[in-house]
């Protein structure tokens, strides 16, 4: 599966985002996919993942009620609703097949999206 990921941008703190990430392939629907991102100068982190099916979700603690993920497997895309961003949000957001339970990538990376909230 290859993986474009788009919709960053620059934001002021309390702001939203969405970002998308489009996949090519037809393994995308049976695969359970996750956005990381990783900020200056720290090491890439998981964020939230979603289930081949859109049945389950899990999000980091930072991010739990504020970020929402979601999927269409019809269309082959995924998105990552950001609400309330925080400065520390600030990173580069990648989507990426992930294994369901470690939260860690298991596929090869795609280009990421960069994420800026100004305070």
């Known amino acids: 599966v290859q993986l474009q990921a788009s919709g960053g941008g620059l934001v002021q703190a309390g702001g939203s985002l969405r970002l998308s990430c489009a996949a090519s392939?037809?393994?995308?629907?049976?695969?359970?996919m996750g956005w990381f991102r990783q900020a200056p100068g720290k090491e890439r982190e998981f964020v939230a993942a979603?289930?081949?099916?859109?049945?389950?979700?899990y999000y980091t603690d930072s991010v739990k009620g504020r970020f929402t993920i979601s999927r269409d497997n019809a269309k082959n895309t995924m998105a990552l609703q950001m609400n309330s961003l925080k400065p520390e949000d600030t990173a580069v957001y990648y989507c990426v097949v992930t294994t369901w339970g470690s939260w860690r990538p298991s596929g090869s990376w795609g280009q990421g999206t960069q994420v800026t909230v100004s305070s």
């Open positions: 979603i289930n081949w099916s859109a049945t389950s979700t």
């Open positions: 392939g037809r393994a995308f629907s049976n695969r359970n």
